[in-house]
């Protein structure tokens, strides 16, 4: 069989290698994002900040929500979930003395750490004592005395700095002007990643970073887990040792893989699915040209199982030929999104993808599953072809399978409708599930496929000008099937990447329409971090009738015994003339209440009055009166908080936004515009790349194939008197025809996608969205369908003019 096999690969060579591009790309791609995956899973910061350390107490940098559940016979089931703080609790200001007290103990060193905004960058600030446990050395100048700042080298070379410049630094307490007093570095490099460097004399740290205590404390000690033991007993307070040392630090400080796992973990689905999706129809595409050589094969005495294992053998060599220059390329395409992401800013700076044996091995292995088994189903139907089909000049698949295929159709499309029913598309989870819908209505246009495009093609096929063309339609409606395997990688490529696409810009325009309408009462906006005092000093100011100020933040909900973090803001309103309008639907805003987005209400069975307990940025827990829930919350966040709250418990509490109604232009006003999300719309771009391309290719691929098995038929037109001309503008015709239908079909994928989410959004049914990204995707895929189809057929018929001249 394995003779058999690779005999019949030598002899179609050109027919099979279309499918070893497709599993190539397949394997490749798996790969990539399997890597990117592997690689962010498994990202650790170094411990550096505490390098010196060998124990290091920590104030909270998590929140807990543990769930007790009883089953029968007494038993119970406890299940813990946390969530990362986005800022850092404090620990009591005696603890250092009394850690200092315990057996072994040979040094402590309480660390404060807070963000500063220093020359529109934020940096993280220490008192100088810290850095004994740190790896930073005096580079030059001197430790700093009152009023003076140790900045880190990297920030001294972006800066122009040097020992006796000065600098404002702005803090949550205010801002101020130190002089730089020295420049410091860590052995053999200018700076920690991910994170900049100030360190002020301890006795500022109180006054620049407004914590009543410090944030870590560092221990030196011969015995870290004797020390920890021990620690439990004055504090129950985590205590960490080893590379856990690094989760001491300031959150903010410290590199964050939480999107970018999401983010990844969304491309590889993507990537699995357009893989299985292109390998089923190319394969089958590559049966059903050798339906006549089957035929042939079945008249001396194959049987279908005989036939089955013979295509899953070729599938199966051809994956695994596929899979040795597929993985230095996954490798590669791999290492090239990690470098565009890290330049978006999408993951951390520090982020290197790591190869592994055995995320390309498991790629490897996944791309040779998918291409056998896209070989069987191909076979399912096509090994019961009968022996005399051998005797005719085409064979044709066995009729039959029709209630499979409905099935088939019928339930990812009852899926796909169900997860838009159900599923809240307005909040978090609505581009992932807006994807899931858009494939299970591409798996149930595929099972469809057949059906769907005999009835389009009748239509369509009518509607083509000229005598080709109408010629064209009856060969269409006659080989529907064929017409089907090139049109449906044309509605993947178009369904996949419009919904992406559409989806992505109606959020965007969304936050941006919002934030016109949150800021339209004001005529003066201001922008940059600024402290609440000096922002409360503004709205006071003569002239102005009311004003609003936003301080960004994360806080955490508890729900169902699992703590969710959400976007937030701080706010603080003053004045008789509102200067911010957010839509409120239910209640109204009140200086010390708790506003609440229209979806996170809904999500959570809350309303006005209800008191919701919150767990700020550092971790401290209040309960606040639900007083109002509003509707504006694209671009904005799902909790409103009151500001000062907020500024009090934010590692850095600064005010970015103050919209004020006066009488005439503030001086120095600028007007302030909504903040793009910038790195998130790249990282879907960069998606819609990638699988823009791999469908791309497939397109091209599968015309190519299609093409390709025409060669005698196109050589019969020749003989019958068609000339090479004709022949051509019949292949044209026939691949418009395939393009019209393939475009339908995927504009009807994206229309329901897209207007059930923008439905789910603010209510208003939109299926184009943005009409230039829509109509230039479209036309793109249209185009390369007809070039796919038009340049093979131009080179078949090049081809076949020498072979008959000759």
């Given at each position: 069989?394995?003779?058999?096999?690779?005999?019949?690969?030598?002899?179609?060579?050109?027919?099979?290698?279309?499918?070893?591009?497709?599993?190539?790309?397949?394997?490749?791609?798996?790969?990539?994002?399997?890597?990117?995956?592997?690689?962010?899973?498994?990202?650790?910061?170094?411990?550096?900040?505490?390098?010196?350390?060998?124990?290091?107490?920590?104030?909270?940098?998590?929140?807990?929500?543990?769930?007790?559940?009883?089953?029968?016979?007494?038993?119970?089931?406890?299940?813990?979930?946390?969530?990362?703080?986005?800022?850092?609790?404090?620990?009591?200001?005696?603890?250092?003395?009394?850690?200092?007290?315990?057996?072994?103990?040979?040094?402590?060193?309480?660390?404060?750490?807070?963000?500063?905004?220093?020359?529109?960058?934020?940096?993280?600030?220490?008192?100088?004592?810290?850095?004994?446990?740190?790896?930073?050395?005096?580079?030059?100048?001197?430790?700093?005395?009152?009023?003076?700042?140790?900045?880190?080298?990297?920030?001294?070379?972006?800066?122009?700095?040097?020992?006796?410049?000065?600098?404002?630094?702005?803090?949550?307490?205010?801002?101020?002007?130190?002089?730089?007093?020295?420049v410091a570095a860590p052995p053999g490099r200018d700076a920690l990643p991910a994170q900049g460097a100030l360190f002020v004399d301890d006795g500022e740290v109180a006054a620049l970073s407004g914590l009543d205590g410090p944030t870590a404390i560092a221990v030196r000690t011969g015995d870290p887990a004797g020390f920890a033991?021990?620690?439990?007993?004055?504090?129950?307070?985590?205590?960490?040792?080893?590379?856990?040392?690094?989760?001491?630090?300031?959150?903010?400080?410290?590199?964050?893989?939480?999107?970018?796992?999401?983010?990844?973990?969304?491309?590889?689905?993507?990537?699995?699915?357009?893989?299985?999706?292109?390998?089923?129809?190319?394969?089958?595409?590559?049966?059903?040209?050798?339906?006549?050589?089957?035929?042939?094969?079945?008249?001396?005495?194959?049987?279908?199982?005989?036939?089955?294992?013979?295509?899953?053998?070729?599938?199966?060599?051809?994956?695994?030929?596929?899979?040795?220059?597929?993985?230095?390329?996954?490798?590669?395409?791999?290492?090239?999104?990690?470098?565009?992401?890290?330049?978006?800013?999408?993951?951390?700076?520090?982020?290197?993808?790591?190869?592994?044996?055995?995320?390309?091995?498991?790629?490897?292995?996944a791309g040779m599953l998918l291409t056998v088994l896209s070989a069987r189903i191909a076979a399912r139907r096509a090994v019961r072809i009968a022996p005399t089909q051998a005797l005719v000049e085409t064979a044709a698949a066995p009729k039959g399978g029709g209630a499979l295929r409905a099935i088939l159709a019928v339930v990812?499309?009852?899926?796909?409708?169900?997860?838009?029913?159900?599923?809240?598309?307005?909040?978090?989870?609505?581009?992932?599930?807006?994807?899931?819908?858009?494939?299970?209505?591409?798996?149930?246009?595929?099972?469809?496929?057949?059906?769907?495009?005999?009835?389009?093609?009748?239509?369509?096929?009518?509607?083509?000008?000229?005598?080709?063309?109408?010629?064209?339609?009856?060969?269409?409606?006659?080989?529907?099937?064929?017409?089907?395997?090139?049109?449906?990688?044309?509605?993947?490529?178009?369904?996949?990447?419009?919904?992406?696409?559409?989806?992505?810009?109606?959020?965007?325009?969304?936050?941006?329409?919002?934030?016109?309408?949150?800021?339209?009462?004001?005529?003066?906006?201001?922008?940059?971090?600024?402290?609440?005092?000096?922002?409360?000093?503004?709205?006071?100011?003569?002239?102005?009738?009311?004003?609003?100020?936003?301080?960004?933040?994360?806080?955490?909900?508890?729900?169902?015994?699992?703590?969710?973090?959400?976007?937030?803001?701080?706010?603080?309103?003053?004045?008789?003339?509102?200067?911010?309008?957010?839509?409120?639907?239910?209640?109204?805003?009140?200086?010390?209440?708790?506003?609440?987005?229209?979806?996170?209400?809904?999500?959570?069975?809350?309303?006005?009055?209800?008191?919701?307990?919150?767990?700020?940025?550092?971790?401290?827990?209040?309960?606040?009166?639900?007083?109002?829930?509003?509707?504006?919350?694209?671009?904005?966040?799902?909790?409103?908080?009151?500001?000062?709250?907020?500024?009090?418990?934010?590692?850095?509490?600064?005010?970015?936004?103050?919209?004020?109604?006066?009488?005439?232009?503030?001086?120095?006003?600028?007007?302030?515009?909504p903040a793009q999300d910038s790195p998130q719309q790249g990282a879907w771009e960069l998606m819609v790349a990638v699988t823009l391309g791999f469908t791309a290719i497939a397109v091209v691929n599968t015309f190519a194939i299609a093409t390709a098995a025409r060669r005698k038929e196109c050589a019969d037109l020749r003989l019958?008197?068609?000339?090479?001309?004709?022949?051509?503008?019949?292949?044209?015709?026939?691949?418009?025809?395939?393009?019209?239908?393939?475009?339908?079909?995927?504009?009807?994928?994206?229309?329901?996608?897209?207007?059930?989410?923008?439905?789910?959004?603010?209510?208003?049914?939109?299926?184009?969205?943005?009409?230039?990204?829509?109509?230039?995707?479209?036309?793109?895929?249209?185009?390369?369908?007809?070039?796919?189809?038009?340049?093979?057929?131009?080179?078949?018929?090049?081809?076949?003019?020498?072979?008959?001249?000759?």
């Amino acid at each position: 069989m394995m003779r058999l096999a690779l005999g019949t690969l030598r002899r179609h060579r050109g027919a099979y290698a279309g499918t070893l591009l497709a599993a190539l790309l397949a394997i490749a791609l798996l790969a990539a994002g399997g890597l990117l995956l592997f690689s962010v899973l498994t990202a650790k910061p170094p411990a550096d900040r505490f390098a010196a350390a060998d124990a290091v107490v920590s104030g909270a940098r998590e929140v807990t929500a543990t769930t007790v559940t009883h089953k029968k016979q007494d038993k119970t089931k406890t299940k813990v979930k946390r969530e990362r703080l986005t800022g850092a609790g404090t620990l009591p200001a005696d603890l250092a003395g009394k850690l200092a007290e315990l057996p072994g103990v040979t040094s402590v060193v309480a660390d404060a750490a807070f963000p500063v905004q220093l020359n529109g960058r934020t940096v993280i600030g220490h008192g100088w004592g810290s850095a004994a446990v740190t790896p930073f050395a005096l580079r030059s100048g001197r430790a700093p005395a009152a009023g003076e700042a140790v900045v880190d080298a990297d920030i001294a070379a972006r800066a122009g700095l040097a020992p006796g410049a000065t600098i404002r630094v702005t803090s949550r307490t205010g801002t101020r002007t130190l002089r730089v007093s020295g420049v410091a570095a860590p052995p053999g490099r200018d700076a920690l990643p991910a994170q900049g460097a100030l360190f002020v004399d301890d006795g500022e740290v109180a006054a620049l970073s407004g914590l009543d205590g410090p944030t870590a404390i560092a221990v030196r000690t011969g015995d870290p887990a004797g020390f920890a033991t021990a620690a439990q007993a004055l504090t129950d307070a985590p205590v960490y040792t080893g590379d856990d040392r690094v989760r001491a630090d300031l959150p903010g400080a410290l590199p964050d893989y939480v999107a970018p796992i999401s983010i990844f973990g969304f491309l590889l689905g993507i990537t699995a699915f357009a893989a299985g999706f292109v390998l089923v129809g190319t394969v089958a595409l590559s049966v059903r040209q050798r339906l006549r050589e089957l035929a042939l094969l079945r008249t001396i005495g194959a049987t279908p199982r005989a036939l089955r294992r013979l295509l899953g053998l070729e599938a199966a060599v051809l994956a695994a030929v596929a899979a040795l220059p597929a993985a230095p390329l996954g490798v590669l395409i791999a290492r090239l999104v990690a470098a565009r992401f890290r330049a978006l800013g999408v993951v951390p700076s520090p982020f290197e993808v790591r190869v592994n044996a055995g995320v390309v091995l498991a790629a490897a292995a996944a791309g040779m599953l998918l291409t056998v088994l896209s070989a069987r189903i191909a076979a399912r139907r096509a090994v019961r072809i009968a022996p005399t089909q051998a005797l005719v000049e085409t064979a044709a698949a066995p009729k039959g399978g029709g209630a499979l295929r409905a099935i088939l159709a019928v339930v990812p499309a009852v899926g796909a409708v169900t997860v838009l029913a159900v599923v809240p598309l307005d909040g978090p989870l609505g581009m992932g599930m807006s994807f899931i819908s858009t494939a299970l209505l591409l798996c149930a246009v595929a099972a469809a496929g057949p059906v769907l495009v005999r009835g389009l093609t009748a239509v369509v096929g009518r509607l083509a000008p000229g005598t080709a063309g109408r010629l064209a339609g009856l060969i269409a409606r006659a080989e529907y099937r064929r017409v089907a395997a090139v049109a449906v990688p044309l509605v993947l490529m178009f369904a996949i990447n419009a919904t992406m696409l559409l989806n992505g810009a109606l959020l965007n325009d969304l936050a941006a329409r919002e934030q016109v309408a949150r800021t339209a009462p004001a005529n003066v906006r201001l922008g940059g971090g600024m402290p609440l005092d000096e922002a409360e000093q503004l709205a006071a100011g003569p002239g102005v009738g009311g004003a609003a100020a936003t301080i960004p933040t994360r806080a955490i909900l508890v729900s169902g015994g699992k703590p969710e973090d959400y976007a937030a803001q701080g706010l603080l309103v003053t004045g008789s003339s509102p200067a911010l309008d957010l839509g409120v639907t239910a209640g109204a805003l009140t200086p010390d209440g708790l506003a609440m987005s229209a979806y996170l209400a809904r999500q959570e069975g809350l309303r006005v009055g209800d008191r919701v307990p919150v767990w700020l940025a550092d971790g401290a827990r209040t309960e606040l009166p639900l007083t109002a829930i509003y509707a504006r919350s694209h671009g904005f966040g799902d909790l409103v908080l009151p500001a000062a709250l907020v500024a009090a418990h934010d590692p850095v509490g600064l005010v970015t936004s103050l919209t004020m109604r006066s009488a005439g232009p503030a001086s120095g006003a600028s007007a302030h515009g909504p903040a793009q999300d910038s790195p998130q719309q790249g990282a879907w771009e960069l998606m819609v790349a990638v699988t823009l391309g791999f469908t791309a290719i497939a397109v091209v691929n599968t015309f190519a194939i299609a093409t390709a098995a025409r060669r005698k038929e196109c050589a019969d037109l020749r003989l019958a008197g068609a000339t090479g001309a004709q022949v051509r503008r019949l292949l044209t015709a026939e691949a418009g025809i395939a393009v019209a239908v393939g475009a339908v079909l995927g504009a009807a994928v994206t229309a329901v996608v897209v207007g059930a989410f923008s439905l789910a959004q603010d209510g208003t049914l939109r299926v184009f969205v943005d009409p230039a990204t829509y109509a230039g995707l479209l036309g793109g895929t249209a185009l390369l369908g007809l070039l796919a189809g038009a340049v093979p057929a131009r080179l078949l018929i090049r081809r076949g003019a020498m072979m008959w001249s000759a």
